[in-house]
């Protein structure tokens, strides 16, 4: 398999903005362009990561419309959709671009603006993920099959309800340092245990934002990287594992594992040829704080039923022997859809160049893993990268 | 770069449909795993290629959605949207997947049901492809565009009303041979320009119908094609090529010629090591009748101003240097708009396999194009085949 890297990488701030779609989409893009120091090349194509652009800004054909305020044309472009996992989805078909050698540069951008429609209208598109006839028609929400999986995890393992809070509560400190984290502020384990309840056990903070934003990399074959001096300050794509699972929860074998988590993460691993202790540095997909545990689980980073030991025991810390969401994940971070994925890519590259936020920086990682979920659990993709 | 090969293919009768979108792409992924002998293989991806499922159908998350009613999880999942260059897309995406080597079998299926909404709702949703700025809020439409285009063409080069008719009269009658066409119904001359105008010059009959259908390829590595014994009955995949062009139409150079067309075929011919003139058979995209004009003198099968040459003298009909169409192409065939392009790629590699429908059999191929373009020539792809 030819080598991949991704050679820079660019992201808006997260949280209810002012900006457009397009806007944000352009400004990410340009700050990976600029970044990698590529704006005098010619990209081949330009893979846009977006959920529902159509509905939630009236935007169709998003992938050209970018490779023309982007004044990339002619260069290809590809709009790929995975409910929330479309940017890492993005990102793998960039990833397949530049080894098959279709490509020797091309951008990745995912984006999301999320925050334009009312309330209302943002659940009832992004239900559409879901599985109608024994989901959605039952009035299922995420937020809802997350707290099944909660309440089944705790009375298989003995979780407690603040327990399950240090999660949002290490999130909101990583995220308090965190100059493009949707929430900026630090919370507390009785702030979250007695906030609103969204679907019981959870409340509202253990849930992650609706968020607009965007983020971006570059990828490139190693003769570009060699070209351009880069090889030093980028990071390899060494494993990328993608898989599915049953459409409804309800058809699965388990509540308290993801088994495409699982599939994913160790097609990533055997592509690698690393195993889960090698990792320094984990973004995790942590749309609701139960999942930051299940997917520790599913990865292999904790035994089944023992990630919250090594959260309370402050292990999945910075400065631990796995930093898990250092940047904030998507509770802090925020989570504009088609954003999350490109944008837990671009905070692990930073953290491999050493170029994370201040107090963020995770000392010398070699191995940063990004696992990104579509639907609930419909679709995972786990990514790795290496540093130079 | 790694060989890939197009193994198997399935596809739904075209036109107006009372299956649902998921049961289209269910009959034309069951076909393509029947036909490619696959149905006991692991696949590792299945694409997607639909333009606006959510709009059209209620449905996001197809393509896991899709992988779960196969039966093929935890086969790893992706929708690719690109316009009406969608199917295209998704197999270009497929293509990436197994000459990378990020997969051995990938499923790509096309699938759009936009006979389900009412005509103006339909319209609406996929004028959003075009630029809203420079087009859509003063009224304009792929067809008026369209019209743009004709009316310079027979200003440049002296074609009348009457010679463009020959292109419906010979798409017509190919697809009154194929079984799976929308329209299987022979027209004439007379009938074509003097049926009711869309936008003047052209009619009702220069434009490709709304419809519903799908249409699904095999994809293999060398290495499981030898294994299933298929090296002689699978086609080649030789040349891929990509290009987008601006957005918007008026800030093109040309009227009449779709420079991502040039670029995109240029591209595919560079990777193929051949030209033009290799090409034995083509499925082009006619939306319009005039467009299949500007291909073919953009591909490089005519000279400029001269494609009329060829059809005025049968030379693109069955038997002919070069066959265009030889299945209807999106006039009679119909146009499910994320279908067409897998479509098109189906019906090249029967020709070149030898099944295409009785009386639509070209002698004996070596080289089949299909080109697929999104928006109005925002996105096209162009992939060339070659029998084995």
Request: glycine residues 10%.
């Given at each position: ?140 929400t995420p937020a809802a099959l ?104 309800q058809h699965r074998l388990s ?134």
């Open positions: 398999m030819e080598p991949v890297y991704v050679i820079g990488s660019g992201m808006t701030k997260f949280g209810v903005l002012k900006e457009s779609l397009i806007k944000l989409a352009e400004e990410a893009a340009v700050g990976a362009i600029v970044d990698s120091q590529t704006a005098e090349l010619r990209f081949d194509r330009i893979i846009v990561g977006s959920q529902n652009p159509d509905e939630f800004s009236g935007i169709g054909h998003l992938s050209t419309m970018l490779a023309d305020r982007l004044g990339i044309v002619p260069c290809g472009g590809t709009r790929v959709e995975t409910g929330p996992s479309s940017g890492s989805s993005a990102f793998e078909v960039g990833f397949s671009l530049i080894s098959s050698g279709l490509s020797d540069v091309t951008l990745v951008v995912g984006v999301e603006k999320m925050c334009d429609v009312e309330r209302g209208t943002a659940s009832k598109i992004l239900s559409r993920m879901m599985s109608y006839q024994c989901e959605t028609r039952y009035g299922g997350a707290a099944l999986v909660a309440r089944r995890y705790m009375h298989d393992y003995g979780l407690t309800r603040d327990e399950l809070s240090l999660v949002p509560v290490k999130a909101h400190r990583n995220g308090s340092k965190n100059p493009l984290a949707h929430f900026q502020k630090e919370t507390t384990v009785e702030k979250v245990s007695n906030s609103k309840v969204v679907a019981s056990p959870l409340t509202l903070f253990d849930c992650s934002p609706t968020s607009d934003g965007s983020a971006a990399v570059v990828l490139a074959s190693r003769q570009v990287v060699q070209e351009l001096g880069l090889l030093d300050s980028s990071a390899q794509v060494i494993g990328i594992g993608h898989a599915t699972d049953y459409h409804a929860v509540l308290t594992s993801l088994n495409a988590t699982v599939e994913a993460s160790q097609a990533a691993f055997d592509m690698a040829g690393i195993g889960p202790t090698a990792i320094d540095v984990c973004e995790l997909h942590d749309a609701f704080s139960i999942l930051e545990i299940i997917n520790m689980e599913d990865i292999g980073i904790a035994d089944r039923g023992k990630a919250m030991d090594l959260i309370r025991n402050g292990l999945t810390e910075l400065g631990g022997p796995v930093s898990v969401n250092p940047t904030g994940g998507l509770k802090a971070r925020g989570h504009p859809t088609g954003a999350t994925g490109v944008a837990q890519i671009r905070d692990a590259f930073l953290q491999l160049r050493g170029d994370a936020p201040q107090d963020l920086q995770v000392d010398e990682p070699e191995i940063a893993l990004t696992h990104n979920i579509g639907g609930f659990g419909n679709n995972i993709v786990v990514t790795i990268l290496r540093r130079p």
